[in-house]
């Protein structure tokens, strides 16, 4: 089964940056996607963008234009940038991976947007 390592949040001001990594470690064969979700104080987690394994990608209206999620195959990666940040986008970022039966979720990293 694949694991997912998350890292890069942080503390940036608002209108600031955060890129985010999700490293897979394991079979990864099974895997017919990827996202990232996001769950902020008091409220339950989101999707945020997900990309496939043929590389197509769909984001949550909420983050349309200021994120991007990309996939790196030589280092079994996938890549959240976020990019404009709001405080309400202050949220712990999970990785996910999808199989055609289950889904994996990594620990998470927080990112907070300062106002």
């Known amino acids: 089964q694949v694991q997912l390592v998350e890292s890069g949040g942080g503390l940036v001001p608002a209108g600031g940056s955060l890129r985010l990594s999700c490293a897979a470690s394991?079979?990864?064969?099974?895997?017919?996607?990827m996202a990232w979700y996001r769950q902020a104080p008091g409220k339950q987690r989101e999707l945020v963008a997900t990309i496939s394994s043929v590389g197509s990608t769909v984001y949550a209206d909420s983050v349309k234009g200021r994120i991007e999620i990309s996939r790196d195959g030589a280092k079994n990666t996938v890549i959240l940038q976020m990019n404009s940040l709001k405080p309400e986008d202050t949220a712990v970022y999970y990785c996910n991976g999808r199989t055609e039966l289950i889904m994996i979720w990594g620990q998470g990293t927080q990112g907070t947007v300062s106002s």
């Open positions: 394991g079979s990864i064969v099974g895997v017919v996607s």
